[in-house]
């Protein structure tokens, strides 16, 4: 029950949105008379709350799926829903009056997204760090906007594909996420798997994989030499160094 509850206060954010749906969702039991509404947004909600707090529910789910996830059953409530129906439905008389006071009581109970730490100003159009665009055009100008296949470090995975559809990763971002702990890929490990690179390993895993491009950071350390290896340093964009592969792309070349 302890790693529920924690699961719960990780959830909650500041707790005043769960207690306006639990004030919601008495008030909606109480007074609603329509029956499918009681069952849709009332009865079964509380159904999927009885078996989100039972361990037995819990350990069983974990060890099918990983603890990692179990927050997600939350997303099966309808919170939102829940709260916007029942302030409606019970105070259309003042419905003006009540809007006002719910919009109030749910900006107080949140936060300036903004000022949140991982909040940045937007570099461009597309909210993606600028660097990610350039090391993408660059490899996309080098290979006459062909597909073809890069491997990346972990940090600019996520933000990729989401640019460019072209380029290719031997890993996605399934690799950083805890659930995939444990899973091994050979180019990740070669990349991200120790502080030092192996140029040897990186190669041959990068390869193994079809690469035409591969993306370091300049910062980081590399035991042993990419370009005596066979990479070619193509340039440098904003501490990334992007190699191709000579021979990744004659065998994309040649359609192998």
């Given amino acids: 029950m302890k790693e529920i509850l924690n699961i719960v206060s990780e959830y909650e954010g500041n707790g005043f949105i769960l207690l306006f749906y639990a004030a919601a969702l008495i008030l909606l039991l109480y007074k609603e008379k329509d029956r499918a509404v009681r069952i ?63 919009c109030l009581l749910i900006t107080l109970a949140g936060g300036f ?16 760090p600028q660097y990610v665009l350039d090391i993408c055009d660059a490899i996309m100008n080098d290979a006459d906007g062909e597909i073809t296949m890069a491997a990346m470090p972990a940090d ?27 899973y091994y890929q050979s180019v990740y490990d070669a990349m991200e798997g120790s502080e030092t690179v192996d140029a040897v390993q990186l190669v041959q895993a990068e390869r193994e994989y079809g690469c035409c491009y591969v993306v370091l950071s300049a910062s980081k350390p590399v035991k042993g030499d990419l370009e005596a290896n066979g990479l070619q340093l193509m340039q440098t964009i904003d501490g990334y160094n992007i190699y191709r592969d000579p021979q990744g792309i004659e065998r994309a070349d040649l359609g192998g």
């Fill in 40 to 102: 849709v947004i009332g009865y079964l909600p509380l159904l999927i709350l009885a078996f989100f707090f039972l361990p037995p529910f819990y350990r069983l789910y974990s060890r099918a799926e990983g603890a990692d996830t179990y927050y997600r059953i939350l997303w099966l409530v309808p919170v939102t829903i829940t709260i916007s129906y029942t302030f409606v439905r019970f105070f259309a008389g003042s419905l003006k009056r009540m809007l006002v006071v719910l």
């Fill in 113 to 128: 997204v903004y000022s949140g730490a991982t909040a940045a100003r937007a570099q461009n159009r597309l909210h993606l």
């Fill in 156 to 182: 600019l995975v996520p933000f990729v594909r989401q640019y460019d559809t072209r380029i290719l990763m031997p890993y996605g971002r399934e690799m950083l996420m805890p659930a995939y702990r444990g």
